[in-house]
């Protein structure tokens, strides 16, 4: 079992991994570049979920502990919530706009595809 966290900084931040088994805490070095996270999420698939202020979205491997997509970015505003389904992720601007109600067509809601290849599309 893991736990990830963020602490964030002036700048950017320092995104962090806890093996609860081993008792290893590991800071994942890469997440340093990318804009300050704004929200987690782990989708039950063995993904870890970023948000970022910037707007952008990227996915981790809770295995490898490394990007398995390029940032893709989906809004000017920080992403608030992400929701995902077994096949399909929902992101918002706006905690409240992802529930079952909305609509990929809807501008706060940015519907996300996460392809076996790694390949993050949005829809």
Avoid at 46 to 52: D, E, P, R
Avoid at 68 to 93: D, G, L, N, Y
Avoid at 94 to 110: I, N, Q, T, Y
């Amino acid at each position: 079992m893991q736990v990830w966290w963020y602490i964030a900084g002036a700048v950017g931040g320092n995104l962090y991994m806890h093996n609860l088994a081993t008792d290893a805490v590991i800071e994942l070095e890469d997440a340093r570049r990318e804009p300050p996270v704004s929200f987690m999420h782990h989708d039950g698939q063995g993904h870890v979920w970023l948000g970022h202020k910037g707007g952008m979205v990227r996915v981790w491997s809770e295995s490898s502990l490394t990007p398995v997509t390029q940032p893709i970015k989906c809004f000017h505003a920080e992403i608030r919530c992400i929701a995902c389904s077994v096949w399909r992720a929902h992101a918002s601007s706006e905690a409240w706009h992802v529930d079952k109600h909305s609509k990929a067509g809807d501008k706060r809601l940015c519907v996300l595809l996460l392809h076996y290849s790694g390949q993050l599309h949005k829809c």
